[in-house]
Structures are given as structure tokens and as C-alpha cells.
């Protein structure tokens, strides 16, 4: 941590890591501090720029890590702003500005580097709003016209950076050259010094850290952003239970499909035994009815053939007496015949007849 100059203004840099502020402070300040690749920070400690001239006006610039630093905790980087500010206000310097850096080719507009900026806002405090520079850069990463529109909204709606510019704040545009980034630096050099709020709060009213307006905006940050973790917890977690009923009907559903067409599959092969049974049992009847009928049939013929036989009987017997009958009567004839016929011999010839 280097020191700040006793005849110089001081102009503090701070905003969201990766937003231009080493770069920033190396190029008007001719310093060669390391920047970082965007993603991680590089600036972890607060470094103070040798004094330069603007104007004829000596200038030191105080280089600060961003309060979503990637090494320390946000608690710690507030420390050592605030253990920083504290000293030099301490030593009887106050800041002649603050410069917060956005990029405007950020594409969500608000997101870390408006984080950054409400424990800023409560670091400056409302009053020393006015000795402050919102400095847009990167311009030449985004479309002009898109990056207007982002301008207009962050300078526009209440929850960007309209009530820091309605209390007095500052918004200019860096294009990148050492011209408009000394522009920025003259704006600032025709401010009065004033102290911070948070230089108040831990000098003059000895308070802690953590006792500050920036702390606790810190805090309620932090509670906001567990809070915002926990709904998205809770989300996630009714999401999957929500998934995990819809899997849950869903196999219930097939559970039921599925003995249902068991189900309708007993009952085919149960209608397709009852129906051979019944099949089978009307054969077997059918069987039974023609065995009867043929039985009746054998039986009626047999009758018959028998009747016939007897009749037939009946018929030789009775042709039998009749021609025994016709055979005495014939012989009966013959008798009489034969005795006639020796009657009459003996008639005719005196002798006698012997009939045997
Ligand atoms: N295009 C463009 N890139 C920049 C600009 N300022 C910084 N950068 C790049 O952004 C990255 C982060 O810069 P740095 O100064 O380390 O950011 P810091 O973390 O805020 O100190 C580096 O790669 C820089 O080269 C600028 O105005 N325009
Ligand atoms: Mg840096």
C-alpha cells in the first residue's frame, strides 16, 4: 500500500473486478500495475499511483480490488479499502473524487457491477455523491446504439444508477484514450474534497467495520444473495419433486397399464378355456345324442329283422300245415281213391279187395 501524497489530489478507482480500473489508472497515471485477463482479479491489494500532473495539477489515483474479488472475501477487500481510507483520512487527507468504472459492454446491464456499486454508494455516502465519476467503458466492445441504450437505462431507472446522479454523481463515457480518461480526471479536480462516509464512521465515530453503512449493505448483499439461494434451492428442489411425482405417476401409471392388460390377458385365456370347454361339452352331448340315436336305430332294426324273421317263421309254418294238411287230404284222396278203384275191381271181377 503506498502512500498518499501530501500536496496531490487523491482520486480513489473502485467497480467490479475486471472492469477497467488498473487499466484505467496505468494509462492516465503512466503507472504499470498488472492487469488482469477479465477473469481473475489481479489487483489484491490497494495500490496508489506515483503522483502525476494534469493540468499542472498533481494527481495520485488509488487503485482498488473489486468487492467480487476471486482470492478474498468481499468482507476482506472492504477491510482493506476501509483500513486504507481510514489512515489517510486519519493523516488529514480526503478524497478529491471517486471514480467507479462500469463496462458498458457487460451484457447484463446490472448483475456484479451494480452489487459493487450499492456497497460503494454506502462507503461514499449521500453527501460525497456529488464528487463521484460513473465511468462507462469498453465501448468499443458493443454495438454504439446498444450501448447508448444501456447508458440511458443505467442513468435512467432507480434501480441502476439514477439516484446516485440524481444526488449529484457523474456519468462520462472513456473510449479507452489517455484524452478522455484525463477528461475525467479534470472533472473530478473541480471538486472539493470531502470525506467518506465510511472515513467518518471509523475515524470520527470510531466505529468498526463492521459497523459501517458499507458493512452492512455488504451484509444485506449477502443475506439478499442467500436468501436469492435458498428460493433457488427451494425452486430446484420442488422442481425435482415435482419431477419425481411426475416419474412416480408415470410408473404408477404403467404399473396399472400393465396389470390391466394382464388382467385382459386372463381373461382371454379364461373365456378361450370356457369356450373349448363348452365346445368340447356340446361335442361330447352331440356324441352322446348320435350313439343314442344310433343304439335306437340298431335296436328298432333288429326288432325288425326279428318281427320279419318270426313272420317269415309264421309263414313257412303255416305253408308247412297247409301242405301237410294238403298232403293228409291228398292222401286221405289217394285212399279213397285207391279204395275205390279196388271196390270197383272187385266189383267188376268177383274178387274180393284187400285193402291194407
Ligand atoms: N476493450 C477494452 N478493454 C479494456 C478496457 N479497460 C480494460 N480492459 C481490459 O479489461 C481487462 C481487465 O482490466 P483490468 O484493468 O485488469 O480490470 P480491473 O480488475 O478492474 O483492474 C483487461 O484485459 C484489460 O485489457 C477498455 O477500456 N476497453
Ligand atoms: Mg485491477
Redesign the pocket.
Known amino acids: 500500500m503506498g502512500r498518499v501524497s501530501e500536496e496531490a489530489s487523491t482520486i480513489a478507482i473502485m467497480?467490479?473486478?475486471?472492469?477497467?480500473?488498473?487499466?484505467?489508472?496505468?494509462l492516465v497515471s503512466g503507472s504499470a500495475f498488472?492487469?488482469?485477463?477479465?477473469l481473475r482479479?489481479?489487483?489484491d491489494v490497494v495500490d496508489v499511483t506515483e503522483p502525476f500532473e494534469v493540468d499542472g495539477r498533481r494527481v495520485v489515483l488509488v487503485?482498488t480490488?473489486?468487492f467480487d474479488d476471486t482470492t478474498k472475501s468481499d468482507t476482506d477487500i472492504l477491510t482493506l479499502i476501509a483500513e486504507f481510507l481510514a489512515s489517510s483520512y486519519q493523516s488529514g487527507h480526503k478524497l478529491t473524487g471517486l471514480i467507479f468504472?462500469h463496462?458498458i459492454?457487460d451484457f447484463r446491464i446490472g448483475g456484479i457491477s451494480l452489487k459493487n456499486f450499492r456497497t460503494f454508494k454506502k462507503l461514499c455516502g449521500e453527501q460525497t455523491l456529488r464528487n463521484v465519476v460513473i465511468v462507462t467503458?469498453?465501448?468499443?466492445?458493443v454495438d454504439p446504439q446498444l450501448g447508448e441504450t444501456r447508458e440511458h437505462e443505467l442513468a435512467t431507472q432507480d434501480d441502476f444508477f439514477k439516484p446516485a446522479l440524481d444526488k449529484g454523481a457523474k456519468i462520462m463515457r472513456?473510449?479507452?484514450s489517455l484524452e478522455s480518461a484525463k477528461l475525467v480526471i479534470r472533472y473530478i479536480l473541480g471538486n472539493n474534497p470531502m470525506a467518506l462516509q465510511i472515513q467518518r464512521e471509523l475515524v470520527d465515530e470510531h466505529r468498526d467495520i463492521l459497523q459501517t453503512a458499507a458493512a452492512n449493505e455488504m451484509e444485506r448483499e449477502l443475506q439478499a444473495e442467500k436468501e436469492r439461494q435458498r428460493v433457488e434451492r427451494e425452486r430446484v428442489r420442488q422442481e425435482m419433486e415435482e419431477a419425481a411425482r411426475v416419474r412416480e405417476e408415470e410408473a404408477r401409471r404403467q404399473r396399472e397399464d400393465e396389470a390391466r392388460r394382464r388382467q385382459e390377458e386372463l381373461n382371454r385365456i379364461e373365456a378361450d378355456r370356457r369356450r373349448v370347454e363348452e365346445n368340447m361339452e356340446r361335442e361330447r352331448r352331440e356324441l352322446e345324442q348320435r350313439m343314442w340315436e344310433e343304439d335306437q336305430h340298431r335296436k328298432r332294426e333288429s326288432e325288425r329283422l326279428q318281427r320279419e324273421f318270426e313272420e317269415r317263421m309264421a309263414e313257412e309254418r303255416r305253408r308247412t300245415e297247409d301242405q301237410q294238411r294238403w298232403q293228409r287230404e291228398e292222401d286221405e284222396r289217394l285212399r279213397r281213391e285207391l279204395e275205390w278203384q279196388r271196390h270197383r275191381q272187385h266189383r267188376d271181377h268177383g274178387g274180393c279187395i284187400v285193402i291194407q
Do not use: I, L, Q
Open positions: 467497480g467490479a473486478t475486471g472492469s477497467g480500473k488498473t487499466t484505467f489508472a496505468n498488472r492487469t488482469s485477463n477479465g482479479s489481479c489487483t487503485d480490488p473489486g468504472v463496462r459492454s467503458n469498453m465501448w468499443s466492445e472513456h473510449n479507452g
